[in-house]
């Protein structure tokens, strides 16, 4: 059983930052990719980054370029997002997936991922 279990989130002014962090577990865990989503009320859930665990390259959407890193240490299996320059439209619950461990490159399609956290709550104020 995976388990991955979102923190971080919370009400922050346009401009301000974030860090969410995505805490992965189970015996079984031995995922390659690891990805962060976002859903706002009303619209599909959106890829926003991934990473791989071994070589730590990235990969975003084009609408957090520059604003948002992802970021991954091994010895925790925890990956994070570090979000600076807010803005209202980034408002969204940001969740934490994982592929499967035969899959090695990053998607953004959301069907590709095997394994989702609950999610955490992103919401920035204007």
């Known amino acids: 059983q995976v388990q991955l279990v979102e923190s971080g989130g919370g009400l922050v002014q346009a401009g301000g930052s974030l860090r969410l962090s995505c805490a992965a577990s189970g015996r079984s865990f031995s995922s390659k990719v690891m990805g962060w989503f976002r859903q706002a009320p009303g619209k599909e859930r959106e890829f926003v980054a991934g990473i791989r665990w071994s070589a730590g390259d990235t990969y975003y959407a084009d609408s957090v370029k520059g604003r948002f890193t992802i970021s991954r240490d091994n010895a925790k299996n925890t990956v994070y997002l570090q979000m600076n320059s807010l803005a209202p439209e980034d408002t969204a619950k940001y969740y934490c997936?994982?592929?499967?461990?035969?899959?090695?490159?990053?998607?953004?399609?959301?069907?590709?991922?095997?394994?989702w956290g609950q999610g955490t709550q992103v919401t920035v104020s204007s």
């Open positions: 997936a994982a592929r499967e461990a035969i899959f090695s490159s990053i998607s953004r399609d959301l069907n590709d991922y095997s394994y």
